[in-house]
């Protein structure tokens, strides 16, 4: 009998070692005279556990982890194909905590099924999100969609389904669907894990935007950092055309829609949407001002929706299990679940998804087990190199967007980064600084010229004479002041942000006094 | 490896691509995947092929990092210094690469074997510090894992292209 072994294809599974676990288990297992069948699925997002082996038994699927090519006979001799007990096993893989305390609706099926197979894509309920979406007027996809909740998982957090309605009453012959895939923002790769682990979802999330909003063409604006991403982006749209997932008359629909990926080419700022439409059309990546949305004249001046990988992923669920289910989870205005990336300096880095809700401490402490240093925890960084640090003190936040708001802070991309109490707040405000001098588009001068200034304004405050660092400080804080107000786009917009929760919650790194009021557990502000 | 650069080759390259809907990037893009780096020559080329000024073509060649105007060293080697790396030593081994092949961020090294380069971030942010060789991600690298990475040889990776999207 076959027995089907599941390593991570992943990329982040890849970088340590799983294509050589993969070789010597297909090698020793045949030289055993067993049969297996070995798939390459995404990964479950339990980073620390990986190249994490999954072997199908009667019982389900039985888990081991981290497995390195030393292993392999150890584990094939303990009966690693039966499912057998060794000490690098988890059991069922369903029944490992950290997976049984998350609910998994984004990511239902990455690390599940085989990201080549568009059978077992729908074997896992596949293409039910659309086809629900078929039966369907569009304009009552697109009230689906509204009535969900879901907001944008790209960075503003702005209703989908608002968005979609623009670019639905828009008149024009010809309207574009583009995904989001840049994800540059450090210390996040949920986008990079859904489109090498289910790659088909996305898909299926486009076609019911282009459905909604009545688009025939699409693409797919993948950053280059990402190889494994595009290619695999690129197999499954391939495959999705051989079944008539993508072309025209869709499943018997009428509807024609098809896509393409774009690869970027190492450009922060290409992230911002404006941007990532003028890369789209081959162009240096410039912001362009607002008014016009891009809802209304986005990708060669047609109406676009513009949405990231996890908004447009997150869709089939919302029309396959229906919008109330999905609005029925997290707290006031943030719906549905979350897909937290934790990373960093962290015991258990990975995806956490679950409904709104969880607080900065229990993903921090419960799920993420600490540092990875066993030092004390003296800041996170919550959504991207744009974000806030905050302090160990204030991890009593919960994490949805409004509390993060008042914090602050913001959830953007959903990242969060983890520092033990190594780590030098000074050098970390500069780096802000030092990131967006250099990803700055340059289009205007507070941040193209600001944030150069920001650097050496915290160079001199940190090595420059003692006696000019309050006046250097000021002249910070003006600067962040003056960034904030007149920059085009939230890169000059917001790079502020991890600068001043440095200045408000770290001064000492900066060689200055503590703020008088102390910092209160739980606020932050 | 890259072809070797001529006129003609670029031109067929270019005229392969130039088909595409906004093909100023894909181009530049192509030729750099067929030969290692954008040649000056190509520029004109580009230019008159897709009908767009040469300060077009290098406008764009300039914005994106990836793209490079002359050809990188043998091997490539790229250090994230994104947040999540900098979190557990990525400080320290940017130093360290630095240091340890003599070169800076964007240079190559003198017998022109390596160039190295800095990322901003490459997804592996629960694998941290990581670095890619030839374009190849690898995960918890220390300065030890470093070391051996630089000494190995990376010409020979026998699984480079496999994984989710082989
Ligand atoms: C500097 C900058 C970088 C951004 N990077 C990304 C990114 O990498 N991915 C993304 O989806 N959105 C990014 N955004 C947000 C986009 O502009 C846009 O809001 C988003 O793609 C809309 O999709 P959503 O509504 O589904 O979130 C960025 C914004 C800024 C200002
Ligand atoms: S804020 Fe910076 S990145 Fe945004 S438009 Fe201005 S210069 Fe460009
Ligand atoms: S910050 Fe280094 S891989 Fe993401």
Not at chain 1, 308 to 332: D, E, F, K, W
């Amino acid at each position: 009998m076959t027995v089907t072994v599941f390593v991570p294809g992943d990329s982040g599974a890849r970088a340590v070692g799983a294509d050589d676990v993969t070789d010597a288990i297909a090698a020793q297992a045949s030289a055993r005279g067993s049969d297996v069948a070995i798939v390459r699925n995404g990964s479950r997002g339990m980073y620390w556990l990986e190249p994490l082996v999954e072997v199908e038994t009667p019982e389900g699927r039985v888990a081991y982890g981290p497995v390195t090519v030393a292993d392999v006979a150890g584990l094939l001799d303990a009966g690693l194909l039966g499912g057998e007990p060794h000490p690098l096993g988890h059991g069922l893989v369903s029944r490992i905590d950290w997976l049984e305390r998350q609910q998994r609706v984004t990511f239902a099926r990455v690390g599940v099924v085989d990201p080549a197979s568009p059978e077992s894509f729908e074997a896992h309920g596949g293409m039910a999100g659309l086809r629900a979406a078929l039966a369907m007027s569009p304009l009552d996809v697109v009230a689906a969609v509204t009535d969900s909740g879901l907001r944008g998982r790209g960075g503003a957090g702005f209703p989908t389904g608002i968005k979609w309605r623009t670019v639905a009453d828009a008149r024009s012959s010809v309207k574009f669907v583009c995904c989001n895939a840049d994800e540059g923002d450090s210390g996040t790769f949920a986008d990079r894990m859904l489109m090498e682990g289910d790659p088909f979802t996305l898909i299926e999330g486009m076609t019911i935007a282009a459905y909604a909003v009545g688009s025939s063409e699409g693409y797919v604006y993948i950053r280059s950092e990402y190889p494994d991403a595009v290619a695999s982006m690129r197999r499954a749209i391939a495959a999705a055309r051989e079944r008539g997932w993508l072309g025209s008359d869709i499943l018997g629909s009428g509807l024609s829609f098809d896509l393409d990926v774009r690869v970027g080419a190492g450009a922060y700022i290409c992230g911002e949407e404006t941007a990532m439409l003028d890369s789209l059309e081959g162009k240096r990546g410039m912001v362009r001002p607002k008014p016009p949305l891009p809802a209304l004249a986005g990708l060669f001046g047609r109406p676009t929706v513009i949405n990231n990988v996890l908004s447009l992923a997150t869709v089939p669920m919302v029309l396959s299990q229906g919008s109330q289910a999905y609005q029925a989870l997290g707290v006031g205005r943030s719906r549905g679940t979350q897909v937290f990336q934790l990373a960093g300096n962290v015991a258990r880095g990975g995806i956490v998804e679950t409904a709104f809700g969880l607080t900065l401490a229990e993903l921090v402490d419960d799920f993420g087990g600490g540092t990875r240093s066993g030092r004390p925890v003296r800041a996170v960084q919550v959504g991207g190199p744009l974000g806030a640090y905050l302090p160990a003190d204030a991890l009593a936040v919960h994490l949805d967007y409004e509390e993060l708001a008042a914090h602050g802070a913001m959830l953007g991309h959903g990242g969060v980064v983890v520092f033990d109490d190594s780590v030098d707040m000074g050098q970390q405000a500069r780096f802000a600084m030092e990131f967006c001098a250099e990803e700055s588009c340059g289009k205007c001068t507070p941040c193209r010229v600001g944030a150069v200034r920001g650097v050496e304004v915290i160079d001199r405050i940190l090595v420059g004479p003692p006696e000019e660092r309050a006046g250097q400080v000021a002249l910070l804080e003006d600067l962040c002041e003056l960034m904030t107000d007149g920059s085009l786009c939230a890169m000059g917009g917001l790079t502020p942000n991890p600068v001043r929760s440095v200045l408000r919650h770290f001064p000492q790194d900066l060689g200055i006094e503590p703020a008088l009021e102390p910092v209160r557990a739980g606020d932050a502000r | 490896m890259p072809t070797e650069w001529s006129i003609e080759a670029g031109a067929r390259v270019i005229a392969d691509h130039a088909g595409v809907r906004g093909p100023l990037l894909p181009v530049l893009h192509a030729l750099q995947h067929e030969f290692g780096y954008v040649d000056a020559a190509a520029i004109p080329l580009v230019a008159k092929r897709l009908n767009v000024s040469r300060a077009d073509v290098h406008g764009v060649l300039t914005f994106y990092s990836d793209l490079r105007t002359a050809p990188s060293g043998a091997r490539s080697i790229a250090v994230c210094r994104g947040e999540a790396c900098q979190a557990v030593g990525g400080h320290a081994l940017a130093d360290h690469a630095q240091e340890r092949l003599g070169v800076r961020f964007g240079e190559t090294t003198a017998d022109g074997s390596t160039t190295l380069d800095q990322v901003f971030c490459l997804g592996l942010c629960a694998l941290s510090p990581a670095v890619t060789v030839d374009g190849r991600a690898r995960g918890r690298v220390d300065e030890a894992t470093f070391d051996a990475l630089v000494a190995a040889d990376a010409t020979v990776s026998p699984s480079a292209d496999r994984g989710v999207g082989a």
